[in-house]
Nanobody
Framework: QVQLVESGGGLVQTGGSLRLSCVASGIRVFSSYTVAWYRQAPGKQRELVAQIPSGATTNTADSVKGRFTISRDNAKKTVYLQMNSLRPEDTAVYFC?????????WGQGTQVTVSL
């Protein structure tokens, strides 16, 4: 019954910006979950981009630090990823994730393509 739906991906040029959104449904106490953004480029492993636990202290991968910002709105059960100064190496499918002790949930992903 839990569903995460990402949106906001698209095609941008180097240096451009995008804001990704992930809306959760079927989760009663969304604030209890650690939420995160992952990405996966073709032929590569999925990697953690940024996460924001229930305490709202963020953790961001070194590769995107200073460029990407994760945030959450618990009332709207939504997590955001603001992506600035995009580079071609940021091209990937971006997935949101929400986890508690008993398991985690994944969205279907949204494509981000950064052109040269």
């Amino acid at each position: 019954q839990v569903q995460l739906v990402e949106s906001g991906g698209g095609l941008v040029q180097t240096g451009g910006s995008l804001r990704l959104s992930c809306v959760a449904s079927g989760i009663r106490v969304f604030s209890s979950y650690t939420v995160a953004w992952y990405r996966q480029a073709p032929g590569k492993q999925r990697e953690l981009v940024a996460q924001i636990p229930s305490g709202a202290t963020t953790n961001t991968a070194d590769s995107v630090k200073g460029r990407f910002t994760i945030s959450r709105d618990n009332a709207k059960k939504t997590v955001y990823l603001q992506m600035n100064s995009l580079r071609p190496e940021d091209t990937a499918v971006y997935f949101c994730n929400a986890r508690l002790n008993l398991g985690s949930y994944w969205g279907q992903g949204t494509q981000v393509t950064v052109s040269l």
